[in-house]
């Protein structure tokens, strides 16, 4: 039988939860509160070049945001359970806190990203504008490198 592992959230995944969910508020209040101001046909998709490349009804940022609470909800249900995460190395006795804890800074710094991604979309949404061509690069670098950063750490921790 597996034991329940728990790992307590330091300052750095407060701060990151905090910021997360601030965003996660934050706009959907400017949502509640702009909605009648929004156009009603606003961009629903956006090229590799951050360029709109489909337009959607205002009523289509609804699913959008119940999908991003949704996956925010869904992704904190699964960091408090680090026994079932896919660790890609060898758990032991001794390396047990060292990996779970580098996988929590993993899962919370990849979950502000990712809330922080949406949050920017929303608002571009809201006000018709495209994302610019620097937009799918940083958003990749930022995902990727933050993996590849905290994978190299994870390595380290056999």
């Keep these: 039988m597996e034991t329940v592992v728990k790992i307590r959230s330091n300052l750095a995944d407060k701060i990151m939860q905090g910021l997360g969910l601030a965003l996660m508020v934050g706009v959907s209040l400017y ?3 702009g909605w009648s101001s929004f156009p009603d046909k606003v961009p629903m998709h956006y090229g590799a070049a951050g360029e709109i490349d489909r337009w959607g009804g205002k009523g289509e940022i609804l699913f959008l945001v119940v999908l991003w609470w949704i996956m925010y909800l869904v992704i904190s249900a699964v ?3 680090p026994q ?3 660790t890609g190395v060898k758990v032991t006795a001794a390396n047990q806190a060292r990996v779970y804890r580098t996988l929590k800074y993993m899962v919370v710094s990849l979950k502000l990203i990712v809330t922080a991604d949406f949050a920017y979309m929303i608002v571009n949404i809201t ?3 495209p994302l610019g061509g620097w937009f799918t690069p940083v958003f990749l670098v930022l ?3 933050d993996m590849a950063f905290w994978i190299i750490r994870l390595v380290r921790c056999r």
């Design 79 to 81: 960091e408090r359970f």
């Design 143 to 145: 995902v990727f490198g």
């Design 84 to 86: 079932i995460w896919n």
């Design 31 to 33: 949502l509640i509160i």
């Design 127 to 129: 006000l018709c504008r």
